[in-house]
């Protein structure tokens, strides 16, 4: 199976800042990569798929980068429904296995 | 609006057996593939498996093939998810998504949370 870390597993962060979660593959998956958002009321919603292509309706606050192994989501500037968790998901090789989830607080 | 409902979940005995169903609304079921994903209590997502649209083709986690079993009933816009031989590991809520044509798991079910305990 190809392991999936994310960091860092929580980041405390001011409105308006920009932050980047970073997720690295075991090998490489080709940018088979997703990138999910999970409210606290437990809602799940797609943000980024193949890397970098933003899902219908998020807003362009939020985009993904990467190659190889190494991928990362970054939010341009923090608004308030933002902090959530975040989770990536590789979808080149199954079993399809997800990033260990990072934590958006409120600083 | 796509909508996603699950249901069957509960406490369970270990080594019982649940099944979980999801009903679909908002697009037409036949269209997608369907999957299965679990988050455990300390929020570790583990995807289980997931079905053709036509309840042809399955694949699963290797470590879940074993006991658990997806299928999917297209008259009835439902997905389900028959678990056997629970273990107290099973413990998670469970979500049913749908696969987009391009692999993304583009919307999801609120979740049906499962607990094995005796």
């Known amino acids: 199976d190809i392991q999936m870390t994310q960091t860092p597993s929580s980041m405390p962060a001011s409105l308006g800042k920009r932050v980047t979660i970073s997720c690295r593959a075991s090998?490489?998956?080709?940018?088979?990569l997703s990138w999910y958002q999970q409210k606290p009321d437990g809602t799940i919603k797609p943000l980024i798929y193949y890397t970098s292509n933003l899902q219908s309706g998020v807003p362009s606050r939020f985009s993904g980068s990467g190659s190889g192994t190494g991928y990362s989501l970054t939010i341009s500037s923090l608004e308030p429904e933002d902090f959530a968790m975040y989770y990536c998901q590789q979808y080149d090789s199954s079993p399809w296995t997800f990033g260990g989830g990072t934590k958006l607080e409120l600083k | 609006e796509v909508q996603l409902v699950e249901s069957g979940g509960g406490l369970v005995q270990p080594g019982a057996s649940l099944k979980l169903s999801c009903v679909a609304s908002g697009f037409t079921f036949s269209d997608y593939w369907m999957s299965w994903v679990r988050q455990t209590p300390g929020k570790t997502m583990e995807w289980i498996g997931d079905?053709?649209?036509?309840?042809?083709?399955?694949n699963y986690a290797p470590s879940l093939k074993n006991r658990f079993t997806i299928s999917r009933d297209n008259a009835k816009s439902t997905l389900y998810l028959q678990m056997s031989n629970v273990r107290s590991e099973d413990t998670a809520t469970y979500y049913c998504?749908?696969?987009?044509?391009?692999?993304?798991?583009?919307?999801w079910g609120q979740g049906a949370s499962v607990t094995v305990s005796s």
């Open positions: 090998q490489g998956i080709s940018n088979y």
């Open positions: 998504t749908r696969v987009n044509y391009g692999r993304l798991m583009d919307a």
């Open positions: 079905i053709k649209y036509d309840g042809s083709y399955t």
